[in-house]
């Protein structure tokens, strides 16, 4: 059996593992590239035919592990594409969304490349549109976590939790031949215990080969325990100023939990009443997934539900869809608490927020996720003095905080942990989805306190599992 890695490979995005038996040919994966250095690799053909490929396991619903499937399918891949019940609800809100953005950005492309007479690097028309997102959503088959599935004569696998979003999944690959059967566990994207919605993420007694990302293989996370504090001070502190709190968001996982937090906050009088507003239409579309799924989620949440309490609603909360209702929030006096689209403050809402809010104070801008080098988020959390939105420069005079213990990603010691649960070692364990420093960083504890082999794929690598 041979593994050829096509994506994430000594970088974040684009996760996607090609798995070849003598019977079978399987992809895991099949991300989007979204660090601009490697924006290029979205346009070339894949490195195999998708039309040779029998099945497409995706592990979660993110962009960057899903986010090239209608063009996967549109390239000629006819197979059946494989993922969670959660995910299957989720998969279409990110799909289609991301085709109109991607519609979008080739007429805007289009539009100034004609103004400014010239050619941009990449084509101007849609990596792929709607209709495409809309027919590879015809393939998808849910499969319920631990349930085998069979591909092909040779191979099989199970889904087990992540824990990292609602739905996510770590695979494990079952390759018989001769009698004998090898397992190759791919971990997708690993979550952090004791998280309050998703469940933990899950463990593995053995692997003969391991393909686990390493994203925080060097750092270590703030104590999630003092995010409900940090949250409540950084509350308090602005409203007693009368400005109001800017929650950058992103739209699966992370609202939900911010919401999570301020349910409890609110039904425990620990911050005054004020309105408060989800002004993302694809969050409010996911928290409803959530709702559905709630058998899914971990106890808390589940506790919430079964005594008749939503976790995503609380006196003051609005879930705000329509541009009208979103336009209308700046027309508010005194405080109030905004959570909108996107994370990275890239697009979306959140920039129409900003400029009313930006050059305030009184307010706050609070940072609850991963903001990539470049993005308007990384250069206000840096503390630049003035920023450009829309096109216009804009003083940065908010005050600014960020709460770093929402990460749905392990720490170095948490994938560390995971790993370890393995009663002894695999033949050689993949380090994948991360940067060459936190890749080598796991790598070498891993040598080190467990004496086991290790490797970092580069792209398009490809190995020999025997």
Known sequence: MNITFIGACRQITGSCYLLESEDSRVVIDCGLYQERDYLGRNWKPFPFDPGDVDALILTHAHLDHSGLT?????????????????????????????????EEDAAYKKKRHKKENRTGPYPEIPLYTKED????????ESVPYKEKVDIGRDLSFRFFDAGHILGSSMVEMTFRSNG??????????????????????????????????????????????????????????????????????????????VMFYLNILVREDKIPYMMMFLDSPMAVNVTEVFKK?????????????????????????????????????????????????????????????????????????????????GTLGRLILEGKESVRIHGRPYPVRARIEAIHGF????????LFQWVSHL?????????????????????SRLQKEKGWKTEIPEYLATYRLT
């Open 70 to 102: 209608p063009k996967f399918v549109r390239d000629g891949f006819k197979g059946k594409i494989y993922v969670t019940r959660p995910t299957a609800d989720l998969i279409p809100i990110v799909l289609l969304d991301a085709a109109h953005i991607q």
């Open 133 to 140: 997102a809309e027919k590879s959503l015809l393939q998808i």
């Open 180 to 257: 004998k059967e090898t397992t190759i566990v791919f971990s997708g994207d690993i979550g952090q215990m004791d998280k309050p919605l998703v469940k933990d993420p899950s463990f593995f007694d053995r692997a003969d080969w391991i393909v686990m990302e390493s994203l925080y293989g060097d750092r270590v996370h703030e104590d999630p325990m003092d995010i409900e504090t940090m949250l409540q001070s950084i509350i308090n502190q602005t409203v007693a100023s009368n400005g109001n709190i800017l929650i950058p968001t992103f739209a699966i996982e992370r609202a939900q939990e």
């Open 293 to 373: 799924h709630r058998q899914s989620l971990d106890r808390e949440a589940k506790v919430l539900f079964e005594t008749g309490e939503s976790p995503f609603s609380f006196p003051g909360l609005k879930l705000i869809r329509s541009v009208a209702e979103s336009k209308a929030i700046n027309n508010i006096r005194g405080s109030c608490l905004i959570m909108a689209g996107s994370g990275m403050c890239t697009g979306g809402r959140i920039k129409h927020h900003l400029v009313h809010n930006i050059n305030d104070p009184d307010a706050t801008i609070l940072f609850v996720g991963y903001q990539a080098h």
């Open 407 to 414: 990460s749905a990603h392990a720490d170095r010691n948490g």
């Open 423 to 443: 009663t002894r070692g695999p033949k050689s364990v993949f380090l994948t989805h991360g940067d060459p420093e936190a890749a080598s960083a796991l790598a």
